[in-house]
């Protein structure tokens, strides 16, 4: 028997066909196509999540964008409401078709609030987050009004979060910035 044993065992390490003939006989392979089928299950499972969790990460940035407008609409709303109940001031969007392309590059409508107090002009840009080209953009947006309205305005931009990037260019380009958080 241990001769037996030991050819059977010899025949497995050197012999290739009596190798798969074995693993025949024992369902080997019968175990291996179903490892391959449920390996092919997996896979499947796996991408089905990945575009799932796409999916989610995509409505959730569009809920934080949504929430962000809807803030600053609000933010818009109370700000005219004090400046001019309080102050006498007037609060008004300002647009204008930038046939020239001078702020983006391209003709395009620029919009931008404008409060109006005691002759003085201050261009205000409310946004959620501020980043290096929302400064850049205010500015651009100011000398364009100075060239059509012949007023100098004052720049502010008001977020709770300014990019340190961002403040840097306001300070270079006498934008005023009223936040919270600077990061």
Same mark, same amino acid.
């Given at each position: 028997?241990?001769?037996?044993?030991?050819?059977?065992?010899?025949? =497995?390490?050197?012999? &290739?066909? @009596? #190798?798969? +003939?074995? !693993? $025949?006989?024992?369902?080997?392979?019968?175990?291996?196509?179903?490892?391959?089928?449920?390996?092919?299950?997996?896979?499947?499972?796996?991408?089905?999540?990945?575009?799932?969790?796409?999916?989610?990460?995509?409505?959730?940035?569009?809920?934080?964008?949504?929430?962000? =407008?809807?803030?600053? &609409?609000? @933010? #818009?709303? +109370?700000? !005219? $409401?004090?400046?001019?109940?309080?102050?006498?001031?007037?609060?008004?969007?300002?647009?204008?078709?930038?046939?020239?392309?001078?702020?983006f590059g391209f003709p395009s409508v620029v919009e931008v609030d404008v409060v109006i107090s005691d002759e003085e002009h201050i261009?205000?840009?409310?946004?959620?987050?501020?980043?290096?080209?929302?400064?850049?953009?205010?500015?651009?947006?100011?000398?364009?009004?100075?060239?059509?309205?012949?007023?100098?305005?004052?720049?502010?931009?008001?977020?709770?979060?300014?990019?340190?990037?961002?403040?840097?260019?306001?300070?270079?380009?006498g934008v005023e910035v009223y936040t919270s958080l600077r990061a």
């Amino acid at each position: 028997m241990k001769g037996l044993k030991s050819e059977i065992l010899r025949l =497995l390490r050197e012999d &290739e066909e @009596f #190798r798969y +003939a074995v !693993a $025949g006989l024992i369902g080997l392979e019968e175990v291996l196509k179903r490892l391959d089928r449920h390996e092919a299950q997996l896979v499947k499972l796996r991408e089905d999540m990945n575009r799932g969790f796409e999916l989610l990460r995509r409505h959730i940035d569009a809920l934080g964008a949504r929430w962000g =407008l809807l803030a600053e &609409e609000s @933010f #818009r709303e +109370a700000m !005219a $409401g004090v400046v001019e109940r309080y102050f006498g001031g007037r609060v008004r969007r300002w647009a204008h078709y930038d046939e020239e392309g001078f702020v983006f590059g391209f003709p395009s409508v620029v919009e931008v609030d404008v409060v109006i107090s005691d002759e003085e002009h201050i261009l205000v840009e409310i946004k959620s987050s501020v980043s290096r080209a929302d400064v850049y953009e205010l500015w651009r947006v100011g000398q364009l009004y100075e060239r059509v309205r012949g007023v100098r305005p004052r720049l502010a931009i008001v977020s709770p979060f300014v990019r340190e990037e961002a403040a840097r260019a306001a300070r270079e380009l006498g934008v005023e910035v009223y936040t919270s958080l600077r990061a």
